[in-house]
DNA sequence: GAAACTCCTTGATTCAGATCAAACGCGCGA
DNA sequence: TCGCGCGTTTGATCTGAATCAAGGAGTTTC
């Protein structure tokens, strides 16, 4: 996975807390100095709202540390989480004046910003960025649509499965651990917040997530912290192919 | 909506059966000589599959007349549809080598395509068209985002009302037919294909669009043909805000 | 160290939609 | 004209998850 946009063109960000260029290998950016005075990192407190759906966007970016989720709400109330944002996601849609979700910050988070307009242009500039932006952007439909087979067909165990397995992934990419031995991760959501991405309710999230730890599919440590003895036995609960999902 | 990329590139195309001009006013196509080699169009029959996942793509192209349907399936049988192909609906993925997804003929159709490769070619030479492409996948990202809503916290009445409100804004628009007078239009999808659209079972469907009926928010003649009299009141139904939905 | 949080669990009950089952209507080919 | 198949309707029953309702467990606050 190829995924973080920010760390392809800032490359060397000697003040992140993550170093980019373990995300991404093919850093060049020889635009860094271009873009260094229109760089600038935000931090904001879990539960705060990062943009309104409707607001006005001035920047895009990506996220540091910490979860961000895209929501969408019904006016009685019903919300329905369409996208988590995890670190080396990015943020913003270059060509677009108003976010059309509100971006919500799940844990405390540190984002990595650039104006929008500076960074437009120079996206007009060097076509190389834009064609990197047009793939990411794919890459999120498909993982949209991955997910309305989840909201769609899936039973609340499977829906489960579904998000314990994604999160698992995406942390062992991260932390370059692949392949040997249990997983372990802490859950960087509430169960309300997973229940609205599951398009469940907490108290069913609650209780499928103790239903996979007493039968032995995950072990948990306090409420947060779990461990996935057999990444192969969750695929299987999650429904999917068997195949360890890590093509693309 | 400015939705016929197709329509952009190939402006004039004299033996379509449907005007792309109509559908997209900023044609301009200076590309059309070096193109009109590499267009050619497919016809399918209604239960054709177009193409397997993880089938090599060897075009990319748009819809011109019918309805397709992009399908993912589980081990089981369990199957969710994840994309509706509409007449100007783009289908392919530049710098994708394989389908992610079965797309299937819901209708009999007619598909305006264009050999992939050269096709990419053009896009790399042309920054305008990359641009459009980005665009339409955004717009893309954003419907999937929206069924999302739809599927994970809807009802099955909301879930019928959401798609009866989505055919007809896009027939209405098709057909440049907006505002006044009682919408009609045909609707393209057995109750199957509605189900597998809406993660509902085809009975399920079938009693949902009597009762929307019975309570005169939609009239029926025969099993396919559907009058809304009054779209706001469709609108209500789905849940939708009330804005009469036609920003963008 | 008690009050007031927020987050999570657990139990009892209800209900929307799935499932199972049967039959209708209509176009089509023989 | 008859069957035949497909898409659809309709009814009866079942069930997974929602809803309603208490509590528990871990914090921050004063």
Request: proline share 3%; glycine share 8%; with cysteine.
């Amino acid at each position: 996975m190829h995924n973080s946009l920010t760390a392809e063109i800032s490359q060397d960000c000697g003040d992140c807390p993550i170093r980019h260029r373990a995300v991404c290998a093919r850093c060049e950016a020889d635009e860094l100095e271009t873009l260094d005075n229109i760089k600038y990192y935000r931090a904001y407190e879990a539960g705060q709202t990062i943009l309104w759906s409707g607001d006005r966007m001035e920047f895009v970016g990506s996220v540091v540390r910490g979860v961000a989720s895209l929501t969408q709400t019904m006016e009685d109330g019903r919300t329905q989480m369409v996208g988590l944002l995890l670190p080396s996601d990015f943020v913003g849609r270059p060509g677009r004046e108003t976010a059309a979700y509100d971006v919500v910050a799940t844990t405390d988070i540190v984002m990595c910003c650039f104006r929008k307009k500076p960074f437009e242009d120079m996206m007009a500039r060097t076509p190389h960025i834009a064609q990197r932006l047009l793939e990411m952007t794919l890459d999120e439909l498909d993982a949209a649509r991955e997910w309305m087979l989840v909201l769609g067909r899936k039973t609340a165990r499977e829906k489960i499965a579904s998000l314990l397995s994604i999160i698992a992934r995406r942390d062992a990419t991260l932390n370059l651990r692949s392949g040997e031995g249990p997983l372990e991760f802490d859950l960087p959501l509430t169960r309300e917040a997973m229940a609205d991405y599951l398009g469940l309710t907490l108290e069913t999230v609650s209780r499928q997530i103790n239903a996979l730890k007493r039968d032995g599919v995950i072990e948990l440590k306090g409420k947060r912290h779990v461990t996935v003895p057999d990444f192969d036995r969750l695929s299987e609960e999650a429904g999917d192919d068997s195949d360890g999902g890590m093509l693309s």
